[in-house]
């Protein structure tokens, strides 16, 4: 039987994350970046985010953050504008729930933004549901 000579299996290559509890510095966004909330992944690395200013953008999560920085729905990031694409960005940064509110008190982002409260239709409220129930199909059956 051979000799086993790999350092070890999937696990290992996932790493820890470790680096997380630590407090990083604030980055605020220079020209050529925007911020924008993520409003539904799209899968494959990409994302739809509306921007700060408005514009709805395809971004694409660079490789530096892919499989590392998990991004969902809601989330609050900065993306790097393309010069050549108005309607493409790339992801530069993800900020964590607390990052986020320090920039709504900053005034980086405007009030009206909702931080962590995931996606939430316009028409749907928490509670509500799409789905009616009529006593008189339910007697039926």
């Known amino acids: 039987m051979p000799k086993n ?3 070890g299996g999937k ?3 996932r790493g820890k994350n470790e680096a997380d509890d630590e407090k990083r510095e604030l980055v605020f ?10 409003l539904r992944m799209l899968g494959n690395g990409r994302c739809e985010a509306m921007g700060i200013d408005g514009v709805k953008r395809l971004c694409h999560i660079r490789g530096k953050l892919h499989k590392k920085v998990w991004i ?5 990031i900065l993306v790097g504008l393309r010069d050549y694409q108005d309607d493409k960005a790339d992801i530069i940064l993800k900020y964590n729930s ?3 509110r ?3 008190a900053y005034g980086e982002l405007p009030d009206t933004t909702k931080i962590n409260e995931g996606t939430v239709d316009e028409g749907e409220e928490e509670g509500e549901s799409h789905i009616e129930f009529i006593e008189e199909d339910i007697d039926r059956i």
């Open 5 to 7: 000579k790999g350092k």
């Open 29 to 38: 966004k220079e020209d050529g970046q925007e911020y924008a909330q993520v």
């Open 72 to 76: 969902s729905g809601g989330d609050i």
């Open 102 to 104: 320090l920039l709504k």
């Open 11 to 13: 696990n290992r290559k």
């Open 98 to 100: 607390d990052e986020s």
